[in-house]
């Protein structure tokens, strides 16, 4: 139940001085000072061009002293920190806060936790593939037990922006290029992250993000224009981040992005009508880094100043890292260009969300004895290799080359095999690569007789003297992410090459692939029999690649995202629609003269150490919704998880629609020989649309729906609606 604090805000914001309610939405992250002669934004940029190592880069990050701007603290002037993870740190400064600052109001501490905090599971879209809301509940209730161990009380996830361009960076943090899966996604991880009552010292509250439509940024460059129509932005970019403010998220982070024209930061439609109107949202509305100052480089504010005050007029609450409200709004309120009822109206949700995580009655809400006895425990790390076992998805299986009979002489390839920090992916501050298993380390722990060989010296050696090969390639985890856009999402030349020498031999080759996005791998799927895609999976990631590689594991894990066959495909996603002339033989269709219009691996796609079989396909009307029922039956010879899903088209809509759209979906165990019937249930409020008008049309006619194992490969039936 949400408790109401109303009486108490209006209480606390007349005892403020004008600057104690600026200081309010001050969030700033501790600087680093002295140590290096270079500034810091360079010498990140000496770690990406390869100047100085990734190790290089963490020691002189460990050895820097930081700057917690404990004289603002103290003067009031900072009402929150970002990227604080350590219950000694939180706990010191939260005591200036109380103790030290004139109306003793707590502090309240933000960090990234987007998939994991100590104990790192698979990034979010591999932990998709899995299509498992219970399980993406429990990684982020793990991830919360963690994180508020070590002082966090706001993370900044879910990302649920849909993502249908693989060239984008930050596919990986999200649930992929469909708008059912990410709302399903990210509610889960809000209930997983805040439990049941965010005063609980292990509840921790969720910031959705970033709204909206970061994900479609032109041309899969991060930070870009998103310029869309209103029906496409609300049918399928909006469903998300409305799904985790109805599953209670308390806090919502604008996107970098413009929005036909409008950054998301000064956008009043966005932060005022559609969030608190529309969807009543009374959380915390938080700024992305440094976001609001950057409005001036968007050419839609002169300076800082203006920009400020465009902010804080939409509905920007809280300020992270560009110091643009600390320095001028008190000035702007003072001249009457911004009224202080508006400014109220922010603090109150700073206040309110601090009270609602129960801050002050209880601000120090851990200890480091209880940091040290949460972290990595080993129900967590089992969770998390069950978690990255489901999110493999086994792309290729010639002659059921996979799994690996016992007594297999392996040959393993690729200095992703060993390289351990390699195996978190984007977005795992709070990670030690120690706690990491690569491949190696788990073959050696299960004393499996393999060789390794990570260059090429010996690698025809190594090959001779093993019945299998297993190449493991991918991407380095700074290739996805934020900042991360790739023109070309082809595997390295290097890697290629060092897949044909090994097919060369003759001997069967499996390729594990490392990565963060989807692939271009046209290339390797003609040279190799195999292809496990083993994302950036954690903590576990080689445990759980042994597990499915050996068979302890029968993979079961479907791709949220279209694997193209080439980057000029780019973007590409099965919920197109259709041209006059959809791509076919004839020239003058919708196609590429030097590519095909299909992708390699279409959505929903992915396969299993068993088979399954669809039919008798039922379509019944029932009580607000429609009931699908279709009967699966594992035709092979092992038990396994099947995802089943459901998928319509509207062809007698007002508008032109999808060619398919995912409805519903669900997963069944199924034994040898077992079959089952399941039935999915579709709204009929989810089978509306926009007309042109922006009015919402329930949909009638005929309705055409699918069931199977990928988008591709249905059953059908069919239905009027009137
Ligand atoms: C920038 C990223 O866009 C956002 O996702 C993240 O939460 C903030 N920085 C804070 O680190």
């Not at 290739?479 to 890697?495: D, F, N, V, Y």
């Not at 998928?647 to 995912?662: F, G, M």
């Not at 409020?685 to 309705?703: A, F, V």
Request: proline share 4%; glycine share 8%; charged share 25%.
């Amino acid at each position: 139940m949400k408790k109401d604090y109303e009486k108490q805000i209006q209480k606390l914001l007349k005892k403020m001085t004008l600057e104690e309610k600026v200081g309010q939405l001050q969030q700033c992250g501790p600087s680093l000072v002295g140590a290096f002669e270079v500034s810091f934004e360079e010498l990140l940029d000496m770690m990406f061009d390869g100047r100085i190592s990734q190790e290089e880069f963490d020691k002189l990050m460990g050895t820097a002293e930081q700057d917690f701007h404990e004289e603002d603290l103290r003067a009031g002037r900072v009402g929150s920190y970002n990227g604080i993870g350590d219950a000694d740190t939180v706990n010191r400064l939260q005591k200036i806060a109380v103790e030290e600052t004139r109306l003793g109001i707590p502090l309240l501490f933000g960090y990234d936790v987007i998939h994991g905090f100590r104990t790192v599971t698979p990034i979010p879209l591999a932990e998709s593939c899995a299509w498992e809301p219970a399980l993406w509940e429990k990684t982020a209730r793990v991830a919360a037990e963690e994180a508020t161990a070590a002082g966090v009380h706001l993370t900044f996830a879910p990302m649920v922006d849909v993502a249908k361009d693989a060239r984008w960076g930050r596919v990986s943090e999200g649930a992929g290029e469909d708008a059912l899966l990410n709302s399903a996604y990210g509610a889960a991880k809000v209930k997983g992250f805040q439990g049941d009552d965010l005063a609980k010292e292990d509840a921790m509250a969720a910031c959705v993000k970033h709204f909206v439509a970061y994900g479609a940024g032109e041309a899969g460059r991060d930070y870009n224009r998103v310029d869309m129509s209103m029906q496409r932005l609300w049918e399928e970019y909006m469903p998300p981040y409305q799904a985790c403010i109805e599953a209670g998220a308390r806090a919502v982070m604008p996107a970098f992005n413009d929005l036909n024209g409008v950054p998301c930061t000064v956008n009043s439609w966005l932060l005022r009508d559609v969030l608190r109107e529309k969807w009543q949202f009374d959380g915390l509305v938080i700024s992305d880094s440094n976001a609001i100052a950057e409005c001036v480089a968007h050419g839609i504010a002169a300076d800082k100043r203006e920009a400020a005050k465009q902010a804080v007029i939409a509905g920007m609450d809280m300020d992270m890292s560009s110091n643009s409200y600390i320095e001028h709004l008190k000035e702007l309120v003072e001249s009457s260009e911004v009224e202080e009822t508006v400014l109220d109206e922010a603090v109150g949700d700073v206040l309110r969300i601090k009270f609602e995580l129960g801050l002050f009655d209880n601000p120090y809400r851990t200890d480091k004895e209880r940091e040290q006895r949460t972290m990595l425990k080993p129900e967590y790390r089992a969770l998390a290799r069950e978690a990255a076992g489901k999110s493999i998805v086994l792309l290729k299986n010639e002659n059921s080359i996979l799994p690996l009979a016992s007594g297999t002489r392996i040959g393993v390839f690729g200095s992703l095999a060993a390289d351990k920090g390699q195996m978190t992916g984007a977005w795992a501050i709070g990670a030690n690569p120690d706690d990491c298993v690569s491949l190696t380390e788990a073959l050696e722990a299960r004393k499996i007789s393999y060789r390794y060989s990570a260059d090429s010296a010996d690698m025809q050696k190594t090959a001779e003297e093993s019945d299998v090969l297993v190449a493991v390639l991918g991407e380095m985890k700074e290739e996805s992410g934020e900042a991360a856009s790739r023109a070309e999402i082809t595997l390295p030349p290097e890697q290629l090459a060092m897949v044909r020498e090994l097919a060369a031999t003759g001997k069967p080759v499996i390729a594990v692939l490392f990565n963060g996005r989807p692939l271009a791998i046209s290339q390797l799927d003609k040279t190799v029999p195999a292809i496990v895609e083993a994302w950036h999976l954690g903590v576990e990631a080689g445990n759980a690649v042994l597990d499915v590689l050996l068979g302890d594991v029968n993979p079961s894990g479907k791709l949220t995202t279209t694997f193209p066959a080439a980057t000029g495909q780019c973007p590409m996603y099965y919920a197109h629609t259709n041209t006059g002339r959809p791509g076919g033989k004839s020239k003058f269709t919708s196609k590429y003269l030097d590519a095909p219009v299909e992708p390699l691996y279409p959505f929903g796609y992915g396969l299993s150490y068993t088979s399954y079989s669809y039919k008798e396909l039922s379509i019944a009307k029932l009580e607000g919704a429609l009931g699908v029922t279709v009967t699966v039956r594992n035709t092979g010879e092992k038990a396994g998880d099947e995802i089943v899903q459901c998928y319509v088209q509207t062809p007698a809509a007002k508008r032109v629609r999808p060619v398919r759209e995912l409805k519903a979906f669900a997963k069944v165990t199924l034994k040898p020989g077992e079959e089952k019937a399941v039935t999915l249930k579709i709204p009929y409020d989810s089978l509306g649309y926009y007309d042109w008008d922006m009015k919402w049309t329930p949909y009638e006619g005929k309705l055409k729906v699918y069931a199977g194992g990928n988008v591709k490969d249905t059953i059908e039936g069919e239905i009027q609606l009137s």
